[in-house]
C-alpha cells in the first residue's frame, strides 16, 4: 500500500482537537469590512469546529492530521 498524499492547503487550515473534530477560522474577514458590524468583525475572529457533514471528505485529504 503507498503512502497517501496530505492536501496541503488543507493542512494549513485545519487543525485536529483533543477529541479528533477538526477546528478552523472562520471566513470573511479579509476585506470589505467597512460595512461588516464590530460585532460580526468580533465573532469572526474566533475558531470553530467545521460540520460534520465534511468530515468524510476532509478525512480522506488530511490522513495524516
Known amino acids: 500500500m503507498p503512502k497517501l498524499k496530505t492536501n496541503r492547503a488543507a493542512a494549513k487550515r485545519f487543525k485536529k482537537t483533543g477529541t479528533g473534530k477538526l477546528k478552523r477560522m472562520k471566513a470573511y474577514k479579509s ?3 467597512t460595512k ?7 465573532n469572526l475572529r474566533k ?12 478525512k480522506k485529504i ?3 492530521l
Do not use: F
Not at 461588516?36 to 468583525?41: M, T
Not at 475558531?47 to 476532509?58: L, R
Open 47 to 58: 475558531a470553530t469546529m467545521t460540520d460534520e457533514t465534511n468530515a468524510k471528505n476532509m
Open 36 to 42: 461588516k458590524s464590530a460585532k460580526r468583525k468580533r
Open 62 to 64: 488530511l490522513p495524516y
Open 31 to 33: 476585506h470589505i469590512l
